[in-house]
């Protein structure tokens, strides 16, 4: 009895360090997963992958690839959709509820304080590849004054160029062949409606969508605009929610008019049954990808309805350079997290792994460093990377911020970072972040107990993978 008294409390001393820590949280019910892919303009060996563990950086055209922790990145409970990595090195993204940016290769974020000291909450981000220190970023915070806003300096500084106390605006996108062509989606508490600058934002047409095919007994909501044809600026493709179901459409002539152009194959209804991660079109716009959390469709141009891939499985999202299609997959089922294709989706090239990623390389003093490694040992396990990896202290070769900081970007220092916008006290009107799930949802030595147990689960799938 006594030894068995022994071997107790020497195993709650052992634990007991682990249950000050709590692992970064996961979405997809638990599952660690990539989210988006960038790749930096005029640089193709720099990646930047989103993730719902915070972010992974590759500088070697994704032979290696380091993590990037969300505590370093102050975005809270608030995941971008999608990074911008511009031509000399920045990285920038607007995650609902901040405009955030790394001028140092991801090792130091910051919070734009323009959008922070009007409390609005940035959710749609553009920038021309032809014009990269243009961006636009749309606000859609309820009961504020939101609007459409141009920054010429990449970022530095920001105008409106439209705003309403009424309407939210949820996305922007620039046409890639005539980059005076802007389109913003939004809508009023009544309406959901695009806006079309020709004159890149000097003027706007509003159009009214109200959708009158999907609005017997309710209304339809969350029109998003996702994508601008690269030859032909009156081609778009936007999203459309309504009764679970989400629509994706397409326009031909300047947003005036949509149809629905994805259908399931195998389905009955029309639409998609999953959350709609993003889209991406072919250079002739012919062929189309939709990507959910589990599952990647394809459409092509005459086709009745939209064929499922047999890869990826349990996770995607989809990203076209040139003739090449890199696109997201679930390491856990398959053995990659991210794959390029160049025959449409037919077969893959597994470019990386999770289990493969590496610790933060960033220096001492930088907030991913000084943040994110301690998290390393028991962030490590939950992706089965080594936890006792040791990467070498070199700074990134993308730029350091300019002594005292860029001119209205907070300056995000080393100390453990502050709430952004997104993380202050709820108010009534604000919409909240999901609340976690699965593993993520508990704190201490329940989430790594349940990670222990995924760990064991994805290694016994793909070791008999007829099960």
Not at 306 to 317: E, F, R, V, Y
Request: glycine share 8%.
């Amino acid at each position: 009895m006594n030894l068995l008294s022994s071997l107790r409390r020497a195993l709650l001393l052992l634990l007991a360090p682990l249950a000050l820590y709590t692992p970064p949280a996961l979405a997809h019910l638990g599952f660690p997963d990539t989210t988006s892919v960038t790749i930096r303009r005029g640089h193709p060996e720099d990646m930047f992958l989103g993730a719902t563990f915070g972010a992974l950086i590759s500088r070697d055209t994704g032979k290696t690839w380091r993590w990037i922790c969300p505590e370093s990145m102050k975005y809270g409970g608030w995941r971008p959709e999608t990074f911008f990595w511009q031509p000399d090195g920045t990285l920038i993204a607007a995650t609902g509820a901040a405009l955030i940016r790394s001028t140092d290769g991801g090792c130091t974020w910051s919070v734009h304080d323009y959008f922070k000291s009007q409390n609005l909450w940035p959710m749609g981000l553009a920038s021309p590849p032809s014009t990269p220190s243009r961006l636009w970023v749309t606000t859609g915070r309820s009961a504020s004054r939101n609007g459409i806003y141009r920054s010429d300096d990449g970022g530095q500084t920001f105008t409106p160029v439209l705003q309403s106390d009424t309407a939210v605006f949820t996305a922007v996108k620039v046409a890639p062949s005539d980059t005076r062509r802007i389109y913003v989606s939004g809508g009023t508490a009544t309406n959901l409606r695009l806006y079309r600058s020709d004159d890149e934002g000097s003027t706007w047409e509003e159009i009214s969508h109200p959708f009158p095919e999907y609005s017997e007994g309710s209304r339809p909501y969350d029109l998003f605009v996702l994508k601008v044809s690269d030859t032909d600026p009156d081609r778009l493709w936007a999203r459309v929610s309504w009764q679970g179901w989400t629509y994706v459409l397409e326009s031909k002539d300047g947003g005036r008019t949509f149809t629905s152009v994805v259908h399931p194959e195998g389905e009955e209804h029309d639409g998609l049954s999953e959350y709609l991660i993003g889209i991406e079109v072919s250079a002739d716009g012919n062929t189309l990808w939709a990507a959910t959390h589990t599952r990647l469709f394809r459409v092509r141009a005459g086709e009745s309805r939209a064929t499922q891939l047999p890869l990826p499985d349990g996770n995607a999202c989809a990203q076209r350079e040139g003739d090449v299609l890199y696109v997201c997959g679930a390491s856990r089922l398959h053995d990659w997290a991210l794959a390029t294709t160049a025959d449409e989706g037919q077969t893959y090239t597994a470019l990386f792994n999770l289990p493969d990623t590496k610790p933060p390389a960033c220096p001492a003093g930088t907030p991913t460093h000084d943040i994110c490694r301690p998290y390393w040992p028991q962030f490590a396990p939950t992706i089965e990377a080594d936890p006792y990896l040791s990467p070498e202290e070199t700074p990134p070769d993308a730029g350091t911020p300019p002594d005292g900081g860029s001119p209205g970007v907070e300056d995000a220092g080393t100390d453990i970072p502050r709430p952004d916008a997104g993380t202050t006290d709820p108010k009534p009107d604000e919409p909240q972040p999901p609340p976690k799930k699965g593993c993520s949802s508990a704190s201490g030595l329940v989430p790594a107990a349940c990670l222990l147990v995924l760990s064991t689960l994805r290694r016994t799938r793909r070791r008999n993978p007829e099960n």
